[in-house]
């Protein structure tokens, strides 16, 4: 099963900062917080991931609270091409396996 | 590099007969998996290979085997197809990145379209 808790669709404005919220409340010490996305029809695409500290890359950012019991991607300035399922995930980083929850569909707005 | 291909794109089937579905890399990565998506659904995982030589099941491997060829090839076979595996399948492989952060990132397929009547 899933380790994680995504809300199954959000709508953000083009241009706009999207901020995407994952819980996952029983999280352990070594597990890290993977996000990855899904354009229509094509496979998934790594996005970021992090362990405790708050992480930036050219896609996103990545905000961990303290407790490390959620977590918020965040899309800086969202487009069109953002469109996407959106997946939040944790795993052990030796463990070889990737468990997908439903992930949450996030819409663009014109 | 071609990363992850698969082949069929689509494929269609009548109940009750079998088929195989190719993945290869090119990138020397250890670890290959094999998911399937229904629609509206999140990826499910159905067998991996950590390595050349082992395979294990994941969340949904009834009806299907899997064979991993050598380094480069994971191949998903399908012995008696059923309309319940009507489905997308996505192959994937993963490198373990050694470092400070060693995390894992999984590199995907274009995907299978398979359709059993």
């Known amino acids: 099963d899933a380790k994680t808790t995504q809300p199954p669709s959000m709508d953000c404005a083009e241009g706009r900062a999207a901020n995407l919220p994952c819980n996952h409340s029983?999280?352990?010490?070594?597990?890290?917080v993977y996000w990855y996305r899904q354009i229509h029809s094509q496979g998934p695409q790594y996005i970021i991931h992090g362990l405790k500290n708050n992480e930036t890359n050219e896609m996103a950012s990545l905000i961990i609270t303290e407790d490390r019991k959620s977590s918020t991607l965040i899309l800086p300035h969202a487009t069109l091409r953002d469109t996407a399922v959106y997946y939040c995930?944790?795993?052990?980083?030796?463990?070889?396996?990737?468990?997908f929850g439903k992930g949450t569909r996030l819409h663009i707005l014109p | 590099n071609a990363g992850v291909t698969q082949t069929p794109k689509f494929q269609v089937l009548k109940t009750g007969q079998s088929m195989t579905l190719q993945c290869a890399q090119d990138?020397?990565?250890?670890?290959m998996y094999w998911y399937r998506q229904d629609p509206g659904m999140g990826l499910r995982l159905i067998y991996y290979?950590?390595?050349?030589?082992?395979?294990d099941k994941g969340e949904v491997p009834n009806g299907y085997n899997v064979s991993r060829l050598n380094k480069r090839e994971f191949s998903l076979r399908l012995e008696s197809a059923a309309p319940s595996q009507t489905s997308v399948y996505f192959c994937a492989s993963d490198i373990k990145r050694v470092g400070t952060m060693g995390y894992n990132e999984q590199f995907f397929g274009p995907g299978t379209r398979l359709t059993v009547l």
């Open positions: 029983t999280i352990s010490g070594n597990e890290y």
């Open positions: 995930i944790v795993r052990v980083a030796s463990d070889d396996k990737i468990i």
């Open positions: 290979s950590a390595s050349e030589g082992t395979t």
């Open positions: 990138m020397n990565h250890n670890s």
